[in-house]
């Protein structure tokens, strides 16, 4: 039986993960999340989630990591987490009354294979007023989420509807990663 490694520092991963009921440790993981201008989103999130496995997983060889990122895409661009208020707003401004796409990037790595997969997610946005814009980020929630917002906080407040996995827009879609990690870890 391996020994499973979340590579993030992710509260929200980690609380995902454990819907699986299998035992894990979580391992901070720095590495450069930089985007090579010619990805397109799903290439983008498969790479990252690659190089986040990959850290952990070359000091851990007996284990089966997991390495995960999230990006959000619209207009044909890729938007990560906000660099400061200005940016956050911009963001919500830019996303305010369309539908974009949430796009969640998944490496498993083990001595037995390796697999990366991307899900990804259509979420439509109501039309956002100034006010529900500067509300939303008195709340401190879009800091640190792609795109800006968080679908399991307040930012649900910010949703109309969604077309795909729920858990793919929180960070970590649990449903297809359990069907892949089976064939790691037996």
Not at 31 to 43: G, M, N, Q, R
Not at 116 to 134: H, R
Request: hydrophobic fraction near 40%; charged fraction near 25%; aromatic fraction near 6%.
């Amino acid at each position: 039986m391996y020994r499973l490694i979340l590579a993030s520092s992710s509260p929200r991963r980690k609380e995902l993960l454990q819907f699986l009921q299998i035992p894990f440790q979580t391992i901070h993981v720095n590495v450069d999340e930089s985007i090579e201008p010619a990805l397109t989103a799903e290439e983008a999130v498969k790479d990252l989630a690659l190089r986040k496995a990959t850290n952990i997983a070359t000091e851990h060889k007996e284990s089966c990591v997991i390495g995960s990122d999230t990006v959000v895409a619209v207009d044909g661009g890729i938007l990560g987490k906000p660099v400061d208020r200005a940016d956050a707003k911009k963001t919500l401004e830019m996303l305010s009354g369309k539908t974009h796409s949430v796009y969640t990037g998944v490496a498993i790595i083990s001595d037995k294979d390796r697999t990366v997969f991307a899900e990804k997610t259509d979420v439509t946005f109501w039309e956002l007023s100034d006010e529900d814009i500067e509300a939303y980020l008195e709340t401190g929630e879009p800091f640190d989420k792609a795109g800006s917002y968080g679908i399991q906080g307040y930012g649900s407040l910010l949703v109309k509807g969604i077309t795909g996995d729920y858990y793919t827009v929180m960070g970590l879609p649990v449903a297809r990663l359990s069907r892949e990690l089976k064939r790691h870890m037996m």
